[in-house]
């Protein structure tokens, strides 16, 4: 998809479709009225009837009349003193998802009502890039060719602005689609099934994107994790006839710190299949668990995207990636195993089994010299009960490394909520036999998640639990069912944030 800015008004705009934003109650005194006009007056009519009074992600679609386009979408975006970056996003994302089923070539936006946005017209040109490349996305087309859900594939988005200064405008585009590309590489991923995608399925995915980005790559096979000491990471995979693989990847070389003065890991939880184990799951929605690869397929992506907007810099991404299966070498409730960082585990309960994969990456990421952690995870349920899905739960520690994450988090426009470090209850998850054990009662058992975890880092560290957010159960106006490719921008940023500004 090429990109092509038009410093103009938006009845200039030479595309097939165009897709205008509606800010809070429009006023069609300034140029909306003068697009409405030639476009035949539909939008003032609907507006009369009581339409188009901004309900968020509502959209009409009509005639383009005297525009050199041949529909106009309208999408809306809610109040003005609300309108903010993830909307912005949507907004974009809603539009060309309005034409699923049509055909169009090229899709125009015009930007002049998102210019309120934190960062202007620019930042509406990044989020409107992003959001039309990520609602272009629909995981009916990964496994078929023939399916009339997807949105229309466009070869060109022109973006409009009456002013702003079209270079920038282009730079700021051209990062919203490769922001966009990334997410949608992540969700590709995420989506596919469990017969399709084993670790070393997913092994190989990361070694082809790896060689194209030039990015340094190593697969540790389990009888390297094994001379390693990775017990937790191994008692994970064995029952399983598809072997275990951790997968690590680096931009930059070895014990280099990027501008920040760190070497940041990002580390993605890669259940390729998630059945529990020995502690099975129940049936129902059990096949939901092909997606709890996705904190994996981040990270995978993540890495990849920052590479192409910020080649060389420092950056290592770490995904364990296993299957959770039951049978005759499988892991049993009660096993103790020991940890890459020699602390004794004791395997209460197998479903809970992101926590001990994680554990021995994060601790594998240190040794590889790692000075501060973020790990991304399909880890509970709790998390999606207590927030929902657009809200991701997040831990950090220290508190500055919170600060640096909420940071990324409003240029990435996504949503986060912190849950507490609760060290009072962690006597909890003590063990009669080793240091402690996987789950621990049941009480508080989203922040034990992260109690757990916390053992297994000793620099700066963020956890983020997409088992809310991760992947969505029904169509939204701006993305479709399935994985959403939810903190892949907020680790980039986390990452670009050592970039050097040149
Ligand atoms: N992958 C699941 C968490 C999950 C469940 C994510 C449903 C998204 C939707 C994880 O491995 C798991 O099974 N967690 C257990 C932990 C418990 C055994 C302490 C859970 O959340 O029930
Ligand atoms: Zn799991
Ligand atoms: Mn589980």
Redesign the pocket.
């Given at each position: 998809m090429q990109i092509r800015i038009v410093t103009g008004q938006p009845w200039e705009a030479p595309a097939d479709i165009l897709v205008v934003p509606v800010v809070g109650d429009p006023d069609f005194s300034g140029p909306l009225g003068e697009l409405d006009r030639r476009s035949g007056g539909e939008l003032a009519t609907l507006h009369a009837f009581g339409e188009l009074r901004g309900k968020r992600f509502s959209t009409s679609l009509g005639a383009g009349g005297e525009l050199p386009v041949k529909r106009v979408v309208s999408v809306s975006a809610g109040p003005a003193d609300e309108l903010d970056r993830e909307i912005a996003r949507k907004v974009g994302a809603t539009g060309i998802r309005r034409l699923i089923g049509r055909h169009a070539d090229t899709l125009a936006v015009w930007l002049d009502p998102l210019g309120g946005v934190e960062g202007g017209v620019a930042a509406a040109a990044e989020l409107v890039a992003r959001g039309v490349v990520e609602g272009g996305f629909e995981p009916k087309a990964i496994y078929r060719e023939d399916t009339e859900a997807a949105p229309p594939a466009i070869d060109e988005l022109v973006l409009i602005a009456s002013g702003g200064d079209a270079s920038s405008l282009a730079k700021a585009a051209e990062r919203g689609r490769i922001m966009g590309e990334g997410a949608n590489i992540a969700r590709r991923f995420a989506n596919r099934s469990a017969n399709d995608i084993t670790p070393q399925v997913l092994a190989d995915e990361a070694s082809a994107l790896a060689t194209t980005h030039g990015l340094w790559i190593d697969v540790i096979d389990e009888r390297r994790a094994k001379d390693l000491g990775m017990g937790m990471f191994l008692a994970v995979g064995q029952g399983s006839d598809n072997p275990p693989r951790m997968i690590v990847m680096r931009s930059g070389s070895q014990g280099d710190l990027d501008e920040a003065g760190r070497h940041l890991a990002l580390i993605g939880k890669g259940?390729c299949f998630?059945s529990?184990g020995i502690s099975i799951?129940p049936a129902d929605r059990m096949e939901e668990?092909k997606m709890?690869k996705t904190g994996a397929c981040t990270v995978i992506a993540a890495i990849v995207t920052a590479a192409r907007l910020a080649p060389g810099m420092p950056l290592l991404a770490v995904a364990p990636a296993v299957e959770?299966m039951p049978g005759g070498h499988a892991t049993r409730p009660g096993d103790i195993v020991k940890a890459l960082n020699g602390k004794w585990v004791d395997i209460i309960n197998t479903?809970?089994?992101?926590r001990l994969i994680l554990g021995d990456a994060m601790t594998y990421a240190e040794q590889l010299g790692a000075t501060h952690l973020v790990d991304v995870a399909t880890l509970t349920g709790a998390v999606g009960r207590a927030l929902g899905n657009i809200v991701t739960g997040a831990f950090a520690t220290p508190d500055p490394f919170w600060d640096d994450l909420a940071a990324a988090a409003s240029r990435a426009g996504e949503r986060y909520w912190r849950i507490p470090l609760i060290h009072d209850i962690y006597s909890e998850m003590e063990s009669w036999y080793g240091d402690l054990q996987n789950t621990g009662t049941n009480d508080g058992s989203l922040v034990k998640s992260g109690l757990f975890l916390e053992q297994f880092r000793t620099v700066p560290w963020a956890h983020l639990d997409i088992g809310g957010t991760g992947y969505f159960r029904k169509a939204y106006p701006y993305a479709a069912r399935g994985a959403t490719g939810v903190t892949h921008a907020t680790l980039v940023e986390m990452a670009l944030a050592g970039a050097s500004k040149g």
């Open positions: 259940v998630d529990g799951k668990m709890d959770n479903d809970a089994e992101g």
